[in-house]
């Protein structure tokens, strides 16, 4: 019998005019619509919508904003944003945010067509998207998994570090990159980075936007979008996202049905209060969905070499995930400048899904060699999170700082169930000829399941420090207490730690636009996966140590930094090639990173957007000297640009480059003639282009080609497994907005 984990993963890897009658019907009917699928769920603050063109260019009309004008970055065209709190609380400017953080902008993702998460964090600095799945994905930055990923500010570490399904940013304005730890604001998970995902909001002025896009492998997506007051005073407003896709793939028997809707209202019950209430949904439906992936090498210790399309599936796998988040939040003004700012998220995330994983290792004659292993899988998860702070100026020695005092408490309910059929172990023709037709088992052979609670009880405090005009201080600490009972797949779950990680960050002001930074910050995690004694290991702990020079300009429509960190995981799991029974064992690995970062974002010209990133980093298990994770790349470079052309109004053009240096994994095993087997993937760019052009002020039409080489490539060498990235792909999207 194969081992298998606690997740279904392979055993061997592991418009500025007040709307017409009939726009408001529209608004009213969509909004009472989302409210009555929502209720009760969040609010938020509205977000400010402002076009700009130059010349005789069409544009979207200007819409102005109550509160946060430089928050929001829809209808900006812009790459950068003038503020961000995912570190602090505390809404500072990226120049005076004393850590890495970068910004993919709502522009950005409808420039180059960057619909879910996996391709948006492909384009920002220092991440890295290990694809390992068809519906599965892993993130690494720094070196280390990535494993914070928030909605405005607040969510729950991965439970077991990868994500499920395809998210799509639909309904996201931005998303804000914070690179190392997060301790201060997250608390628990890897001092890597955290991904923070910002709600589309409520607009004061009504707007909408509809959107079709059609592309290679029979891709069809339709957008709709809604937004504006549904009232005379305009004190209630209201928003309504939709999206709905379905497309086949370069990969032989997948497809993917996604549905997407979120609904939101915001009211302003009275001076100083606002309250907003929404809900957001995906559904995931796909089909040939892998389990695993290909095997890399052959038994002779040579390379596998397959077509892109290549895949392990079976004719009736399927991995259905839906993903429902409710919220509710509460502004409230205090006076003398303090505010109170309460929020509840409720998350319930299910899959299901018959899935087949072919394991082994083929003769590199025949292709023979390969077995199967074929699971039914389900799995409901559910999450919830209080979050509750105040924030406002503090007097003190003649002078005024700023003070964020804050809790917050969570928990998540994890349930699994695993089914196995008598059929583990079936030989299986060779790839070359495998066309997925294999007899569906009964799953009724054996079963395991996980069933357990995780609670987390967090304290914190901030404050940022106006020690005099050109130096700011930042002092924090964050003190959590975190527990779980229960079983995760035959073994106990159950730990108990409370852990206090301080924060120190600081800037210093060199002139008008240039200032030096520097923090600290720490960050630990309870970890799932069991050592020889099948208890789980220790929590991971980790600390991020980061300074240098960041630089803001044209009104701080321009940024960029350049920095160097060093960042520390201490006791992160690391599979053996052992099993104790059925149970993979893992051991803890003390690991460093060290490296270089560069980031520029924004506004070179009124016509000119740009986005880039270079990473340059080692990683060293600290025990040998030796290099650690070399599945992560070294080297990283991200670039997204594009352009107006004044020759031809209404026309912007662009390309996005991603480039990685080379990587390589040991695959802890030998061939006959003892060799060390290693599988490597040499350094490769991959080119898109783009070209939007404005019919007129309200029809607009997009290209994007992608991979423009034809580039094969390995997606990950996460594990031992791995498959190909996508070919040469386009899509053409036609949209209209009033």
């Known amino acids: 019998m194969i081992p298998i984990s606690n997740q279904p993963t392979p055993p061997s890897t592991r418009l500025r005019t007040r709307p017409s009658p009939s726009a408001q019907a529209v608004q009213l009917a969509l909004v009472a619509l989302a409210w009555g699928t929502a209720a009760p769920a969040g609010w938020a603050q509205t977000s400010s919508v402002a076009a700009s063109a130059s010349g005789a260019q069409p544009s979207l009309r200007e819409v102005h904003i109550k509160e946060a004008p430089d928050t929001a970055t829809e209808g900006t065209g812009a790459y950068s944003v003038r503020s961000a709190s995912t570190a602090t609380r505390l809404d500072l400017s990226l120049r005076d945010t004393p850590q890495s953080v970068s910004v993919i902008t709502r522009s ?115 957008d709709a979008d809604v937004a504006g007051p549904l009232n005379e005073a305009g004190t209630v407003r209201g928003r309504l996202v939709l999206a709905d896709e379905n497309k086949n793939s370069y990969l032989d028997r997948y497809s993917l049905h996604k549905q997407v809707f979120s609904g939101l209202i915001e009211a302003d019950l009275g001076a100083g209060t606002r309250v907003t209430t929404g809900v957001g949904y995906q559904k995931n439906s796909p089909q040939g969905s892998m389990w695993g992936a290909l095997p890399l090498f052959n038994s002779d210790g040579s390379a596998t070499q397959y077509p892109v399309s290549t895949s392990t599936a ?9 993903d429902t988040r409710q919220f509710v939040e509460l502004n409230q003004a205090l006076g003398q400048g303090w505010s109170l700012k309460a929020a509840f998220n409720h ?181 799932t996966q069991v050592g020889a004694n099948l208890q789980p290991l220790a929590p991971v702990q980790g600390r991020n140590l980061e300074g240098g020079i960041k630089g803001e300009w044209l009104d701080k429509r321009l940024n960029a930094s350049a920095s160097v960190f060093r960042t520390q995981q201490k006791n992160t799991a690391e599979a053996t090639s052992t099993y104790v029974g059925n149970t993979l064992v893992y051991r803890g690995v003390d690991a460093t990173s060290t490296g270089v970062e560069l980031d520029v974002a924004g506004r070179i010209r009124p016509d000119w957007e740009l986005s880039a990133g270079y990473t340059h980093m080692r990683i060293r298990d600290d025990q040998t000297g030796a290099a650690a994770r070399t599945y992560v790349p070294r080297q990283t470079l991200r670039l997204a640009s594009t352009v107006r052309v004044p020759q031809v109004p209404g026309l912007k053009v662009g390309a996005n480059l991603r480039w990685q240096g080379d990587i390589w994994r040991d695959q802890g095993v030998t061939t006959a003639s003892g060799q060390a087997i290693v599988t490597r993937q040499p350094a490769y760019a991959l080119l898109g282009l783009m070209a939007r052009y404005d019919i007129n002020r309200q029809w607009s039409a997009t290209l994007n080609i992608n991979n423009l080489t034809d580039r094969k490539y390995i997606n990950s060498l996460y594990w031992a497994q791995g498959y190909y990235g996508a070919p040469r792909n386009v899509n053409v999207g036609l949209q209209w907005q009033y």
Request: proline share 3%.
């Open 314 to 322: 079976a004719t009736w796998s399927y991995w259905d995930t839906s």
């Open 108 to 222: 950005q993702m409808d420039d180059f067509g960057l619909r879910n998460a996996n391709e948006v964090l492909e384009m920002a600095t220092g991440i890295n998207v290990e694809r390992i799945e068809t519906d599965r994905t892993y993130y690494s930055a720094r070196g280390f998994d990535v494993t914070n990923f928030q909605v405005d500010g607040l969510g729950l570490p991965f439970t077991n570090g990868g994500q499920d399904g395809d998210l799509d940013t639909a309904i996201y304005d931005r998303v804000e990159v914070l690179r190392g730890a997060n301790g201060l604001m997250s608390s628990t998970g890897n001092p890597s980075a955290t991904i923070n995902f910002v709600r589309k909001r409520p607009t004061s002025e009504f707007q909408a936007r509809t959107g079709l896009t059609l592309g290679s492998w029979n891709q069809r997506r339709v």
């Open 347 to 527: 998350r319930v995330l299910r899959s299901e899904g018959n899935l087949f994983y072919a394991y082994g290792t083929p003769n590199a004659s025949t292709g023979l060699g390969l077995f199967s292993y074929p699971s039914y899988f389900r799995s409901a998860e559910k999450q919830n999170v209080l979050d509750v702070y105040a924030s406002g100026p503090l007097a003190l020695a003649g002078r005024q700082h700023e003070l964020v005092l804050g809790g917050s408490s969570a928990r998540s309910d994890m349930r699994q169930l695993s089914l196995y059929g008598n059929d583990i172990g079936t030989a299986l023709p060779a790839l070359s000829q495998w066309t997925g037709q294999y007899t569906m088992p009964s799953f009724d052979a054996s079963s395991n399941q996980a069933d357990f609670v995780i609670r987390r009880q967090s304290l914190y405090a901030t404050a940022r420090w106006n020690v005099s005009d050109r130096l700011k201080l930042i002092t924090g600490a964050n003190v959590t207490q975190i527990e779980s009972t229960g079983q995760n797949y035959g073994v106990a779950h159950r730990y108990n730690q409370t852990k206090a990680s301080p924060y120190l960050g600081g800037t210093y002001a060199l002139d008008a636009q240039h200032s030096l930074y520097a923090s600290y910050a720490g960050i630990f995690n309870p970890q």
